[in-house]
């Protein structure tokens, strides 16, 4: 069966390799982001998440002509790194435009859609961060963490609708969303020792990333899925982190991210 599936934050990373995948078995593929995406197959609108009034004209113009929508995935993020004391304001209140707001610009735009249907799914790309916050990613681990509220809320408010909601919570992945996170590395800053020593770790771990192909395969299962679960862990470190979050102490974990970071 052909679904429809709309998609932000289709030019790049994950989000692309979603829509290669789904575009590839016939789907059709519905596609917000500031950029055009580099694979054919596509129906793509221009939006910028943090713009509600476009996020609206883009759903509205991508949907016309469309009997159905299927699922919506809210890919679309942006990472931060620097410590909370030397990230300047607006750049913190940018992320969370991305990271939170955009996702809610999405899901405003198309739940109505959905809930006429009585029936559909909603996909949030979260982040094993919303879990274990990372030093000098609080900003971004913050802006996960609300995404896994926003989640588990709207699958309470959306059950009686028919419409299920599942987060994805990845791990380390191979793609370009570490190179393209905006730093602030101040030399002079009293945390840049620490700073540089954990965004060295993170160099090395993401040497041994694992491809995005192991989230692509997950959201086909989801999308096929006819009752999946509300929140999927997956990727480099998932199983340690889902099973030392259950049984270790807040102390015990935080001594190990230090570890684990450098620190």
Same mark, same amino acid.
């Given at each position: 069966m052909t679904r429809t599936v709309l998609i932000s934050g289709i030019s790049s990373g994950i989000g692309a390799a979603?829509?290669?995948?789904?575009?590839?078995? *016939? %789907?059709?593929?519905?596609g917000l982001s500031r950029s055009p995406p580099a694979q054919s197959g596509i129906t793509w609108q221009p939006a910028d998440v943090c713009d509600s009034v476009a996020v609206v004209a883009a759903t509205?113009?991508?949907?016309? *002509?469309?009997?159905?929508?299927d699922a919506v995935i809210c890919n679309a993020g942006v990472g931060l790194l620097g410590s909370v004391e030397d990230v300047p304001l607006d750049a913190a209140r940018r992320l969370f435009d991305v990271n939170y707001f955009g996702v809610v610009?999405?899901?405003?735009?198309?739940?109505?859609?959905?809930?006429?249907? *009585?029936?559909?799914?909603?996909?949030?790309?979260?982040?094993?961060?919303?879990?274990?916050?990372?030093p000098f990613q609080a900003h971004y681990s913050a802006?996960?963490?609300?995404?896994?509220?926003? *989640?588990?809320?709207?699958?309470?408010?959306?059950?009686? =609708?028919?419409?299920?909601?599942?987060?994805?919570?990845?791990?380390?992945?191979r793609s370009g969303f570490n190179a393209a996170m905006r730093r602030f590395? %101040?030399?002079?800053?009293?945390?840049?020792?620490?700073?540089?020593?954990?965004? =060295?770790?993170?160099? %090395?771990?993401?040497?041994?990333?694992? %491809?995005p192909k192991i989230i692509v395969d997950l959201v086909e299962d989801i999308l096929e899925c006819s009752r999946p679960r509300p929140r999927y862990a997956i990727g480099s470190g998932a199983r340690l982190v889902t099973l030392a979050t259950r049984v270790f102490t807040d102390r015990m974990n935080l001594g190990l991210i230090r570890r684990h970071y450098r620190l």
């Amino acid at each position: 069966m052909t679904r429809t599936v709309l998609i932000s934050g289709i030019s790049s990373g994950i989000g692309a390799a979603i829509a290669a995948r789904l575009a590839g078995r *016939g %789907d059709q593929v519905l596609g917000l982001s500031r950029s055009p995406p580099a694979q054919s197959g596509i129906t793509w609108q221009p939006a910028d998440v943090c713009d509600s009034v476009a996020v609206v004209a883009a759903t509205d113009a991508l949907l016309t *002509g469309h009997d159905h929508l299927d699922a919506v995935i809210c890919n679309a993020g942006v990472g931060l790194l620097g410590s909370v004391e030397d990230v300047p304001l607006d750049a913190a209140r940018r992320l969370f435009d991305v990271n939170y707001f955009g996702v809610v610009n999405v899901l405003k735009a198309t739940l109505p859609r959905l809930r006429a249907q *009585g029936k559909g799914k909603v996909l949030i790309m979260a982040s094993l961060a919303s879990r274990v916050p990372l030093p000098f990613q609080a900003h971004y681990s913050a802006s996960k963490a609300a995404l896994e509220s926003l *989640g588990m809320a709207l699958g309470e408010e959306l059950a009686p =609708h028919g419409i299920g909601v599942s987060l994805i919570e990845p791990g380390d992945i191979r793609s370009g969303f570490n190179a393209a996170m905006r730093r602030f590395e %101040d030399p002079g800053s009293p945390y840049h020792p620490w700073l540089a020593r954990c965004a =060295h770790s993170v160099s %090395d771990l993401m040497k041994n990333a694992q %491809d995005p192909k192991i989230i692509v395969d997950l959201v086909e299962d989801i999308l096929e899925c006819s009752r999946p679960r509300p929140r999927y862990a997956i990727g480099s470190g998932a199983r340690l982190v889902t099973l030392a979050t259950r049984v270790f102490t807040d102390r015990m974990n935080l001594g190990l991210i230090r570890r684990h970071y450098r620190l």
